[in-house]
């Protein structure tokens, strides 16, 4: 399904062999059934201890079955018992993180973004926090973070909680200090897509005292033959997206969507157990490598799409993940299309509506035009300098929308 992990940079393959994703983990089905077969040697907690090596030493971590389970463990935790009833999001950012805050019971207030790019100002979303306010969620996005220290003085003063999103962002750091670890709790992501893909699990990293949760109620971890069960659904789901097909009648395609995908299987508990994190030791291991390569090919592509993306604060150093443009509908039609020739996906992935308010929407133009023009483009490792090349080259008279 992917390369050797030996040789990360994709060199070798085949053209044409399969479709280049937008991510691409980095373990492979034989290594995992490996591990499975020789025996499980390795618990969550060396999995915790290998993952706060690279977070300082700092904070309390707790292995959850998903991101968004720990997002709703942690905002549920800070609800009780207070009077405050409302969350801050960025309107621009995954369902999940609503359906989290609703089922805490929170009510929803969103903000914009200064600039179609991603950049926010942190001290005006700081001014807009009130005493009902219980916590403002700070999103990190594409590998890249936030710089959100002039919040930090305001969300104090204000007694409301800072919980950084970092399901993308493992291995980013703000002012030199990895990202999850400004704010008062963070969340993590081992889904598909993510820095490290687990085939599922999430992490709750608790720095603040006062958030006082009972670890054991919370983590529920799996029997190792659960979790090889979940990798191999991952990959049979990942080699069916990777293989080419040609585009079916629009009849087919409404057809399709009534029937189950044939690598569908019944939904499976989820937890983090020893197969978990055994394989996640091993991609820690391996990380500073494959995120190098991945911040390699972002820095080769910006020479043509500089102009296009996200926008990056000189205070950050990313650990790129995707690279997110902002183009034109033409040129996106265009650039998507050359370069699905050469079979390498392109999307509008993360994410095309935006997340609104529940009272009156007031206009939220910059997180509008960042979700409706936006653009995703694969930096993983996995892809060859001649992929990089014909990224390139489609994007060589690519041009920002005109407003």
């Keep these: 399904m992917n390369v050797n992990p030996a040789t990360p940079s994709g060199e070798g393959l085949p053209h044409g062999a399969r479709m280049a994703d937008l991510v691409e983990e980095f373990w492979d089905l034989d290594a995992v059934e490996g591990i499975f077969r020789r025996g499980v040697r390795v618990s969550p907690d ?3 201890d290998a993952f706060h090596q690279r977070l300082q030493r700092r904070g ?29 999001l960025s309107s621009f950012n995954c369902r999940v993180v609503k359906e989290a805050a609703d089922k805490a019971g929170l009510a929803i207030d969103t903000f914009d973004f200064a600039a179609s790019n991603g950049r926010i100002d942190w001290g005006a979303v700081g001014e807009r926090l009130t005493a009902e306010h219980l916590a403002i969620v ?14 930090v003085p305001l969300a104090r003063r204000k007694g409301v909680m800072i919980v950084e ?3 993308h962002a493992l291995g980013a750091s703000i002012g030199g200090i990895p990202a999850g670890l400004l704010g008062d709790a963070a969340v993590f992501s081992f889904n598909y897509d993510k820095p490290i893909s687990l085939a599922g699990g999430g992490g709750l990293l608790l720095n603040h005292a006062s958030i006082d949760i009972d670890g054991a109620a919370v983590e529920v971890p799996l029997a190792p033959r659960a979790e090889l069960h979940q990798f191999r659904q991952m990959a049979a789901m990942l080699r069916y997206n990777r293989t080419p097909r040609e585009r079916r009648p629009l009849v087919a395609r409404i057809g399709g969507k009534l029937r189950v995908p044939p690598y569908a299987v019944p939904r499976a508990a989820t937890g983090f157990g020893a197969l978990r994190a055994a394989v996640g030791v091993w991609q820690l291991e391996r990380f500073d490598e494959i995120k190098a390569l991945r911040n390699e090919h972002a820095r080769i592509l910006k020479d043509s799409l500089g102009h296009l993306c996200w926008h990056v604060a000189q205070s950050v150093e990313p650990a790129h993940l995707k690279l997110r443009v902002i183009l034109s509908p033409g040129d996106r039609e265009y650039v998507t299309q050359r370069c699905r020739e050469r079979r390498i996906t392109l999307a509008n992935s993360n994410w095309p509506h935006l997340i609104e308010p529940e009272a009156a929407p007031d206009a939220r133009i910059n997180a509008y ?8 483009v694969p930096v993983h490792q996995n892809l060859s300098r001649a992929q990089l090349s014909a990224i390139s080259g489609a994007f060589a008279n690519a041009k920002r929308p005109d407003w």
Excluded: K, M
Aim: proline letters at 7%.
């Design 46 to 48: 060396d999995f915790r």
């Design 60 to 88: 309390r971590l707790l292995l959850t079955g998903s991101a968004r389970q720990a997002l709703l463990i942690v905002l549920s935790s800070l609800a009780a018992g207070s009077p405050r009833r409302r969350v801050l």
């Design 138 to 151: 700070v999103p990190h996005f594409f590998g890249i973070p936030a710089d959100f220290n002039p919040l």
């Design 369 to 376: 035009r960042a979700a409706t023009f936006g653009l995703e």
């Design 165 to 167: 999103d970092c399901a």
